[in-house]
DNA sequence: TGCCGAAATTGATCTGTATCAAGTTTTTTC
DNA sequence: GAAAAAACTTGATACAGATCAATTTCGGCA
C-alpha cells in the first residue's frame, strides 16, 4: 500500500473526511526519509511537526546525569514526534531517534493548526486522536505503576514480543525500567 | 464566584464561546453535591460523566493485591472523574472518591459527544483540553521515570506545599511510589 | 472533653535491583 | 573479512527502600 494511501486509512479510521476536505488535508503532508541513528528532534528543540510511520522503528528518551531513559516506541502505523512539545510549542524533554531507517509524513504544526480552523472534520479528527493518545497514556501510567520490574518484563513479553526481536534490549530495559543486567537475567529466568 | 461563572471562566480560557452556543452549552451541566469519603466512581463502573471541581479534593486510585496506590488528586478548577473511561466508554481501572466534600458540575457523556457535534467551539474546546491534560500526563510520566523516591519527595514539596496540607501522607506516599514509612523518614529528614 | 480507631512515627531487619567488574558475543566500520 | 566498538552475559557486592513490629499521635464523634 503506497504511503498516502497508508495515512488515509488510519486518519479515516476516527473521522471520514469529505473528500474535497481530504484533498486540501492531504497536501500539506511531505514524505521524509532517515537513516538509522539520525534523529527527528533533540532535546531542547521545539517540535515542529507532527509524524506519520509509514516503515520504520523510531525511540524517545531523555537524558538524566548522563545516562538515557527510553520513553517509548514508534512503529509502522504509530504517529510519532515529540508530540507534547508540539501541542505546547514549548522545547522538548526528549529526543526522537531512528532505530531503523524510516519512510515518514510529517504536516508542520502552522499547517495542522490551519487546518483545524479550516474543517471541523479536521478539529474532530484532533481530538479524538488525542483522546486516543491520552487513554493509551493512562494505561500505561498504570501498568507502571502497579507492577514490577519482573511483572512489567513477563507482560511485555507476552503482549508485544515482537518488540523484543525489534529493539535492542538495553533501550527496552531502560524502557520498563530496569538495568540492562537485569533485563538480562529476567530473561534467561524465562 | 457562582459556580457556573467559575466554569466559564474556565473553559474561555481555551475557547470564547459564542453567547448563543455559551447558553445552550452551559444547560447540560448539572451541579452535584458529594459528601467527604463518597465516590463519584468506582473501579469497574463506566465513566458517564465529566466532572468540574467547583470545591473540594477528590482522589483517584486503583487498588494491587488488596492495596490502595493513589494515581492522582484533583482539587477547585480541575476536572475530574475517570477520564480515560469517559472518553473510551469502557470500565475503570480506578475508583474517585472526595477527601472533603465536594462542590461539582457534571455533563454527561452523551450530551458532551452532542455539543461536540453541534458546535465547533465544542470540538476545538474537546480538542484543546485533551491535549492539556496529554501535555501534563508526559511531564508526570517523565517525573516518576527519572527522579529518585527522594527526589520525587523533595519536588513535590517544594513545588506543591499546599499538597502536604490537604491530603493524607499516606495518600501521597503511595501517589509518590513509595510506603508510609518512607515518606514519614524523607520528611523528618527535611 | 474524653475515648477509640486510624494515621503517623520510629527502629530493626530483609530483599530486589543497582552497581561494579570481567568476560563473551554481536555489530559496525574500514 | 579482520579489527574495533558496542551490546550482552554472568558473578560478586552494595544499598535504597520495603517489610514487620511496636509505640505514639491525631481526628472523629458520643
Known amino acids: 500500500m503506497d504511503i498516502y494511501q ?28 532517515i537513516k538509522k541513528r539520525e534523529y527527528i528532534i533533540k532535546e531542547g528543540q521545539t517540535e515542529k511537526y507532527f509524524y506519520f510511520v509509514y516503515r ?26 515529540a508530540y507534547d ?17 524510516c519512510e515518514l509524513l510529517r504536516i508542520s504544526y502552522t499547517d495542522l493548526m490551519a487546518m483545524f480552523d479550516k474543517y471541523k472534520s479536521a478539529e474532530r479528527w484532533g481530538r479524538i486522536f488525542n483522546a486516543n493518545i491520552l487513554i493509551g497514556m493512562a494505561r500505561r501510567q498504570l501498568e507502571v505503576r502497579s507492577f514490577s520490574a519482573e511483572e512489567r518484563f513477563e507482560r511485555l513479553a507476552t503482549q508485544s514480543p515482537h518488540i523484543l526481536q525489534l529493539v535492542p534490549q538495553k533501550y527496552l530495559a531502560s524502557y520498563l525500567g530496569m538495568t540492562p543486567e537485569t533485563f538480562s537475567r529476567l530473561r534467561k529466568k524465562r
Open 6 to 33: 497508508a495515512l488515509r486509512e488510519n486518519v479515516f479510521k476516527l473521522v471520514a473526511f469529505e473528500e474535497e476536505e481530504w484533498k486540501d488535508f492531504i497536501s500539506y503532508w511531505r514524505p521524509v526519509h
Open 56 to 81: 520504520g522503528v523510531l525511540r524517545g528518551y531523555t537524558t538524566k546525569d548522563g545516562d538515557e531513559i527510553s520513553i517509548g516506541f514508534t512503529y509502522d502505523g504509530d504517529y510519532s514526534g
Open 85 to 101: 512539545s508540539f501541542l505546547a510549542q514549548q522545547p522538548s524533554d526528549f529526543s526522537m531517534q531512528a532505530i531503523t531507517d
